[in-house]
């Protein structure tokens, strides 16, 4: 070989080495479909079985409360004499012989008043003519001065104010009396205000007003006068007496927090409690009064607590909390009573919720039943109201007394509103006080945020509601975007934005990725103050985010994770990665709070997320089971499917292991009505149902007459006294008492018609679905059509596998299998029912990717479809098919021969419940279910 032959061979290959190694290079960074063990490490498979590496502090939050001060409205002091009161920024003289009020700015804010007059008690006429002097001594120095005016909100409105008044800025020390004469306007809301402009302080004695019209002094304050009063450590404002141990609000009345004696500390749930009793409220007022924290270096920055209830209220008990902001500040807190009602208030508590170590006890576990639960996701004052919207009439819906005193027969509540984290943290204690073990779990978005058209572009401040601020430390380059940068599923006035999950996420200007941000949030915001039990997680996925189109069925979609302005992302990668970063979201948490807080996540049975979890929530769980959202097309399968998916994951989670089921009313095309407020015969049937579902189940139920938003209702299985009354009474929940053994599927005349012992490998080729069995029942009557079988996902899927199925060549629905990830198994049984001289044929099919394996398949004819499980103290029985069941009186005695079988005597579903005992046999409608009382 020639030396040029040679060199250029040479010159070829290393040419070849670099264009490999390139392409390699490339395909790491770009081709996520071909390895994602290559960008991805640990992969989602290792995150699901590796052990967790808890911290050595890993603890869980609980709270306890310590007073910072109390009134009970017995102080004497000095006072303002009658015709004055004092402002926020000023204070009476404590030692005796001194007649000084003083005036101290505590800074922000300019223009702010220390004494000033009371209209309540001293009216100025309007255009009369008046003298004001007083004498005065200049404690600090300020930049703006000192002034005296005459006040009036209708001219300041009108901006015509009265041109005379008192102005001076004087050095320290100076002493002096000032005076000065003013002819007041029309006006009839007339007051003197003496005000500090900026900085500085003063004091003030001998104070006089005189009417030039009639010659007479119509306000002296001398400032020795004694009032039965409230203690230092508040400030007050308004038109109130005090006497007896209580004060009397005569108009409107203000009381705020002395930041001399009381210093709230900054990132801190302040409680205030206090007794109250309704004396006139001729316009029949919702609410009472408000409560709020403001800065007090900047009065306009604020938070607000729940309002103080008035309807249907005459006495109650307020306890209402607001955290103070993460910044070191002055922080004041303020009640303001409603100037159209009249109101004694007495036992007043101030208190900070001080956090303490939490260690989970198993009681959920011990919970008798019917178990109840309550998946809530608004605010209870939206709620009381109106149902947030679902329950709108002429009148509020329940007394917010009612409504949390319902909600509080839950042992568990779930889905609570992050308003409610920092505007109202003392819902826990109100709750707590009628059910000391409910737990509560407030809710968390996970790989989504929602945002409305106002929740855009906010600037930070320390008093954000929670879940302002959680939006605010979003950063824009987290948002999902297309490979045009173009923001997914964006909508100016309301969008649900997918978040980049992946590695490829770009740091915020604090260093963190969005994981990172969404652990410390999550723990900071939930879990840290102690003010609840754990956390529950919206939608903690493990496929790709339905809201990225063409994630179920295309090669690649258009959703810029890896931000190379390519689409190469697979929907096979983004689906595998999803797992893997909802794991590590828990595992995060875990590792941090170990296993004292509890985790429920949303809406899925997920056995690859069940060892990190405590358990799920299902919402609206029973509507799945009516095809095209129809409520006369019940498909078994899927009613099948909930019980597989439950016995698979139940005893995965982590004790106290606990799962919620929500059942609503089946709305067509999900269009939900606005003005529900009471049950109908048709919610009383999907009720009877999904309860009779849930006690087959060692679940906690409820059942929204709407949705989250709907306000408690009991239906009459759920609270039932020893006479076998519906009550409403909280002393009979769990009246059925332990459950006896396990839910008992009623089997007879198996017949197998079919057997395939060699396992089905389908997926990953063109071919995506494939006939299981076509047969049909010869009898001239209904019978069920019993399949089962085992599943394997060999390769990830896009989506889940199904079994469809037909009768009489009509679609009736699918079995979706319950996970799409590789290495999940699970097992199938479930019925159909199939008419006499009916024809019924089994499909399994894939999505476009994955692959799956069915083996061990049995179909056989029986009459099945009915299930019972026996308490202590009663029997549910479950029809879960499409016809008509008729039990005798010994199917319905049971194994256990059960004896004086009753039904419930209901307050609502009196058809039902009649109360009248069983001698005979029962008939059952398709897809209802009946809870009887027995021995």
Known sequence: ?????????????????????????????????????????????????????????????????????????????????????????????????????????????????????????????????????????????????????????????RNDWVESSIYFNEPAGSTGRASFTATLKQYDDYQLLMNLISNGSIAVSDIQIKNLDSGLVVAHENGQNMVHTHSPMLHSEGDFSISGNSMKTHGFVKLWTNTQLVQLPANTNIILDFDYKVLDNPKQEENLGWIRIYSGSKPHLQRSAIAIPGYQVQEGHYSGAVKTGADNDIYILEVAFNQEVKLQISNLQLSKQVTVAQSLDQHLSDARFPRLGNNFTTYGEWVAHDGSGSAQGPTPLISLFDLEKQLALSDIVTGLSSFYLYNDPALSKRLKAINPNIVLLPSAQTHTIGLAKDMRNIAYHPLLTAEQMYAQGISKDWFLTSTKGEVINDNEEWAQIPLNISAFCPYNDKGQTFLQYWTKLTIDQRLKDGTWEGVFLEEPITVGNWRIPGIIAKKVVDADYNRNLKKDESPLWIT???????????????????????????????????????????????????????????????????????????????????IVLEGSPVYKDWILPNDKREATQSDMAFHRFALGTALLTDAFYEFALVDGRSAPFLFDEMLVDNQGWSTTDAANKGWLGKALGKREHLVLNKEEVYRQAKPIILGNRSTKYLKLYEGSNKTADSRQMLIEFDWNILTTCTESPTVSFAVNNDWMGNYDFASNLAGSSGSASYHTTVKGRGSVMYHLNVPRFGSVELSNLRISFADCGVYRRDFEHGIVLVNASNEEKTLSLNEIKGGLNRSNIRRIRGRYDTQTNSGTPITGSLVLAPHDAIVLLAD
């Not at 069940?610 to 078994?636: I, R, S």
Request: glycine content about 8%.
């Open 1 to 157: 070989m020639d030396t040029y032959a040679h060199a250029r061979e040479k010159a070829l290959l290393v040419l070849a080495v670099l264009l490999l190694l390139l392409f390699l290079n490339s395909c790491s960074h770009t081709e996520q479909g071909t390895d994602p063990a290559l960008l991805y490490s640990p992969t989602y498979t290792k995150l699901a079985t590796s052990p967790l590496s808890l911290q050595p502090n890993a603890t869980g939050y609980g709270r306890e409360y310590e007073v910072l001060g109390t009134e009970q409205f017995t102080t004497s002091n000095r006072g303002p004499a009658h015709g004055f009161s004092l402002g926020p920024a000023g204070s009476f003289p404590t030692e005796s012989g001194d007649t000084w009020i003083t005036g101290t700015h505590p800074g922000g804010q300019m223009y702010i008043d220390f004494y000033k007059t009371n209209p309540a008690e001293l009216s100025l006429k309007p255009n009369g003519r008046y003298e004001v002097s007083y004498n005065y001594k200049v404690l600090e120095a300020t930049r703006e001065g000192f002034e005296t005016i005459f006040y009036s909100q209708t001219g300041a409105n």
């Open 576 to 658: 595998e990665m999803t797992a893997a970063a909802t794991l590590t979201m828990m595992r995060n948490i875990r590792e941090q709070v170990g296993w004292d807080e509890m985790i429920l996540c949303g809406n899925e049975f997920n056995a690859t997320l069940a060892p990190f979890a405590n358990g799920a929530v299902m919402t609206n769980y029973n509507t799945a089971w009516f095809l095209d959202l129809d409520q006369n097309k019940f498909n078994e399968s899927q009613w099948g499917k909930f019980l597989d998916s439950y016995a698979r994951v139940e005893n995965l989670y982590h004790a106290p292991a606990v």
